[in-house]
């Protein structure tokens, strides 16, 4: 029903930059909320940024660890949010996911759908 596809990971040195991109499709209604997550090898799941559907591109709020690194924006437009991550530190080493709270067509529900996940890797 709905697709969440990521894009834009890839290996970094130290004091790099990348930027992901997280693309949603299907019998979407409407997007609300969106987010990143990172999952580090052998650590469990943790929010990384967060973005409303609010005019004027939403609120948005992060993780003490990227606070004044990375920066979340969407394009309602095109049902696709991003993360500008700059000053990348080999601990930023992790497995980025997409998460959005969409309304469907099916029944107009509100559900949680995730993606598949984008590598990123900082070397020191």
């Known amino acids: 029903q709905v697709q969440l596809v990521e894009s834009g990971g890839g290996l970094v040195q130290a004091g790099g930059s990348l930027r992901l991109s997280c693309a949603a499709s299907?019998?979407?209604?409407?997007?609300?909320?969106m987010y990143w997550y990172h999952q580090a090898p052998g650590k469990q799941r943790e929010l990384v940024a967060g973005i409303t559907s609010g005019g004027s591109g939403g609120s948005t709020n992060y993780a003490d660890s990227v606070k004044g690194r990375f920066t979340i924006s969407r394009d309602n437009a095109k049902n696709t949010v991003y993360l500008q991550m700059n000053s990348l530190k080999p601990e930023d080493t992790a497995v980025y996911y997409c998460?959005?709270?969409?309304?469907?067509?099916?029944?107009?529900?509100?559900?949680?759908?995730w993606g598949r996940g984008t590598q990123v890797t900082v070397s020191s």
């Open positions: 299907g019998s979407i209604v409407s997007i609300y909320a």
């Open positions: 998460n959005a709270d969409v309304q469907i067509q099916r029944d107009l529900g509100r559900y949680s759908y």
